[in-house]
């Protein structure tokens, strides 16, 4: 018979990864939302810069980090350093695997910068989560 500890132990792990679960969604609809507005801009402006592709790319992927690490921060109300990299880290892979099966995109310094952009941007949004006051109503 399992003691009540690790049934604690169970609950507790199924309910992280409800968080960082919750937090990948919110940060994968942010991005996509935020890639389409993108695309639309750019097709109604016609002349972008190409070099300028890739950084604003690198951008709302880390808004959609910061938007994540923050759902998970207010979800869990501790440890929103944690749950902020652990969730920002689950969306980097996410984009990163989508676009290395779909788009045949290569490993370059680019996705490392990516990575760390965002596993920042996540942390600070679960930080910034976790201390975010309730109003008492």
Same mark, same amino acid.
Request: charged letters at 15%; glycine letters at 10%.
């Given at each position: ?97 989508? !676009? ?25 949004? !679960? ?11």
């Amino acid at each position: 018979m399992r003691s009540e500890r690790a049934v604690r132990k169970d609950m507790q792990l199924v309910s992280s990864v409800r968080i960082v679960c919750w937090g990948v969604a919110i940060g994968a609809v942010v991005t996509v939302v935020l890639l389409l507005l993108l695309s639309y801009a750019i097709v109604i402006m016609k002349n972008i810069p190409h070099r300028a592709i890739t950084p604003l790319g690198i951008a709302l992927s880390a808004a959609g980090a910061f938007f994540g690490g923050y759902t998970s921060g207010r979800i869990s109300k501790q440890k929103g350093l944690l749950f902020g990299v652990i969730t920002s880290l689950a969306l980097f892979a996410l984009l990163f695997l989508f !676009g290395l099966i779909l788009i045949k995109e290569p490993i370059t310094t680019v996705s490392f910068i990516k990575m760390g952009v965002m596993l920042f941007l996540g942390a600070v949004g !679960g930080i910034l989560g976790v201390n975010k006051k309730t109003k008492i109503r």
